[in-house]
Each structure stands twice: as structure tokens, then as C-alpha cells.
């Protein structure tokens, strides 16, 4: 596998529109922030302990989709370490995977709102225990956090824009370096919907500001 590319979304007019990821990085992350700060402090640098873990990340769901589409992974250009810790990630999938036995209709299908002109890539949509499930994994090491459950919202729509019915959405955290096994949380459905509702606010606050770019250079200008 070599480096994903980041994903870029058209509309059915050719236009590219926003991911929901773009979308949901107009939230404030006060946690972010102060994780950043601590991580300042102890002199390790940021932006490259995220790219670091943005390759575990991007490595486990690698993983997970060859094995769900019996295909065999390429690690070749990913260091023993990132290998090492995806391995443990892709271990806790499979655990809770030989519990929840699943049987793929899509995994990484990118998708598109008309409706609400916005696209995403689920990761994983299946029959699982006789329910059709949407599951997003996470490879964080803390938590599962809100953004992660408007994030999930989101594809959900897609998928039901897209003619698919979901009986069941949720989060399965993978966390790196950990022993404990997949942390799994259903979302309700008020959940769902509530996310949803906060994930349309965000894209308008995206869509807003960047019509409103020339105020910002005139802002910047004058400052």
C-alpha cells in the first residue's frame, strides 16, 4: 500500500464539496489544545507525533479492509514500529470481530450527499448479527470523544442517502500499545440524530466562511 491520498468528494455536477472530516475540523477541541500544550512542554514535537500515529491509523484500517476483502497487506514502506502497533490494533479488531462475526456489503466506499452536497468514506458497513451495522474504528489511546459520534452521524446519512438501511451504528476503539480489547460503543439513535443536526451546523459554518474569505484577507490586511 502506498500513502493514501487524501480523498476528494464531487457532486454529481463535477463540484468538489466538502468531507466530513473537512467539515467537522470547524469544532473547537479545547482537550486538543491542551494536549499540545503538554506536549510542548515535555519538547516533542507535534506535527510529527500525529503523523506518526496518522500512519498507525491508516495502517490498521489497511489491514482490516485486506482482511475483509481477502487481500494480502503490503507494509513495505511502514517502519517495524508502525507495523508493530497496527498489528496490536488489527488483533483487538479480530478479537471482537470472532464475537460479532460480520459479513461485508461495503468497507472504504466513498460516498456523496446530493441532499446535503458533502461525501465521507465509511469504513465498514455489514450484517452482523443479523442487523445491518455501520462501524467506524478509531486507534486512539484515550477515548471515544463527541466528534467522533457526529462523525459517525454523518455517514450514516450517506449511507441512507445511498439506499442502504442501518440497524445499527458505532464507534469500536482500537487503542494502540493496549492489552484491554476493542472499546465499543452503540449509538442511540437521539445520539444519531443530534450528532447529525451538529454535523450540518459545522458544514455551514465551513461553507460560510469560505465565502466569506475576502473578509478574512481584508481582516488580515489591516491588521
Not at 497487506?73 to 478479537?95: H, I, M, N, T, W
Request: aromatic share 10%.
Amino acid at each position: 500500500m502506498k500513502g493514501k491520498a487524501k480523498e476528494k468528494y464531487r457532486n454529481a455536477a463535477g463540484d468538489i464539496i466538502p468531507s466530513v472530516t473537512t467539515a467537522l475540523a470547524e469544532l473547537s477541541k479545547p482537550a486538543l489544545v491542551r494536549w499540545a500544550n503538554k506536549m510542548g512542554l515535555k519538547g516533542i514535537d507535534t506535527n510529527i507525533y500525529v503523523d506518526e500515529l496518522a500512519d498507525v491509523g491508516l495502517l490498521t484500517h489497511y489491514f482490516i479492509m485486506c482482511h475483509l476483502q481477502d487481500e494480502i497487506p503490503d507494509v513495505d514502506e511502514f517502519s517495524p514500529e508502525k507495523v508493530r502497533l497496527a498489528e496490536g490494533c488489527f488483533k483487538q479488531y479480530l478479537d471482537w470481530e470472532q464475537r460479532n462475526p460480520v459479513r461485508r456489503i461495503l468497507s472504504e466506499e466513498p460516498l456523496v450527499s446530493e441532499k446535503y452536497q458533502f461525501g465521507g468514506t465509511p469504513d465498514l458497513y455489514a450484517v452482523c448479527n443479523k442487523e445491518l451495522i455501520l462501524a467506524d474504528f478509531k486507534t486512539n489511546a484515550t477515548g471515544i470523544f463527541p466528534e467522533m459520534v457526529y462523525q459517525v452521524s454523518a455517514y450514516r446519512k450517506l449511507l441512507v442517502e445511498a439506499g442502504y438501511n442501518v440497524s445499527k451504528a458505532l464507534i469500536l476503539r482500537l487503542g494502540r500499545g493496549t492489552h484491554e480489547g476493542a472499546d465499543e460503543k452503540i449509538l442511540s439513535d437521539h445520539e444519531l440524530d443530534t450528532g447529525f443536526e451538529i454535523f450540518v451546523r459545522c458544514l455551514d459554518i465551513y461553507r460560510l466562511k469560505r465565502g466569506n474569505e475576502w473578509l478574512c484577507t481584508e481582516i488580515i490586511q489591516h491588521v
